[in-house]
T-cell receptor, first 115, second 111 residues
Framework: KAGVTQTPRYLIKTRGQQVTLSCSPISGHRSVSWYQQTPGQGLQFLFE???????NKGNFPGRFSGRQFSNSRSEMNVSTLELGDSALYLC??????????????FGPGTRLLVL | TQLLEQSPQFLSIQEGENLTVYCNSSSVFSSLQWYRQEPGEGPVLLVT?????EVKKLKRLTFQFGDARKDSSLHITAAQPGDTGLYLCAGVGTSGSRLTFGEGTQLTVNP
């Protein structure tokens, strides 16, 4: 089985721009979770989608949004980028929602740099 | 919000030494997971512990879940350079909510 893929792997944007990141889960997985990873804050949960519905949301401003398509692929969007949004954005997929302690498989992440 | 505190944050040791990483919380978790992350990659699940007092071994790695399910430890015996990486603990709340991650322990094993 192919693993979780994320595109693009690296991205450079400037303040005020918006960005869309994509995540393709493992085939058959219906749950996709997004995390922001920074050196100071560790992994912070953004949101989780299961069967096209947002199931959980972390404490991030409304500039961060996401969606999931019928094929389980997910996108996250960040509008009006700020310098502090520079981070590694990770997505993880699992067959069932993450609260079931099911194994989550992480992608390699998208490294976003905001200048 | 359930918080997980990991200690130490950084650890640099020589090959062959033993080490222990701790993951503590004031909250009870229904299960706890340990991940290892290498540069340029996402975290990879090492183990899930579910029962209070549970001990699991993975070669030279020993994982323990506290009796009260509020804390966990990871012990590595005779560390090797290949063990270098960021070790993360993550807990699932008793309400079945999402994973909460600790900040991680950056381990460097020098040859």
């Amino acid at each position: 089985k192919a693993g979780v893929t994320q595109t693009p792997r690296y991205l450079i944007k400037t303040r005020g721009q918006q960005v869309t990141l994509s995540c393709s889960p493992i085939s058959g997985h219906r749950s996709v979770s997004w995390y922001q990873q920074t050196p100071g804050q560790g992994l912070q949960f953004l949101f989780e989608y299961f069967s096209e519905t947002q199931r959980n949301k972390g404490n991030f401003p409304g500039r961060f949004s996401g969606r999931q398509f019928s094929n389980s692929r997910s996108e996250m969007n960040v509008s009006t980028l700020e310098l502090g949004d520079s981070a590694l954005y990770l997505c993880a997929s699992s067959a069932t929602p993450s609260g079931n302690a099911e194994t989550q498989y992480f992608g390699p992440g998208t490294r976003l740099l905001v200048l | 919000t359930q918080l997980l505190e990991q200690s130490p944050q950084f650890l640099s040791i020589q090959e062959g030494e033993n080490l222990t990483v701790y993951c503590n919380s004031s909250s009870v978790f229904s299960s706890l997971q340990w991940y290892r992350q290498e540069p340029g990659e996402g975290p990879v699940l090492l183990v899930t512990v579910v029962t209070g007092g549970e001990v699991k071994k993975l070669k030279r790695l020993t994982f323990q879940f506290g009796d009260a399910r509020k804390d966990s430890s990871l012990h590595i015996t005779a560390a090797q350079p290949g063990d270098t990486g960021l070790y993360l603990c993550a807990g699932v709340g008793t309400s079945g909510s999402r994973l909460t991650f600790g900040e991680g322990t950056q381990l460097t094993v020098n040859p």
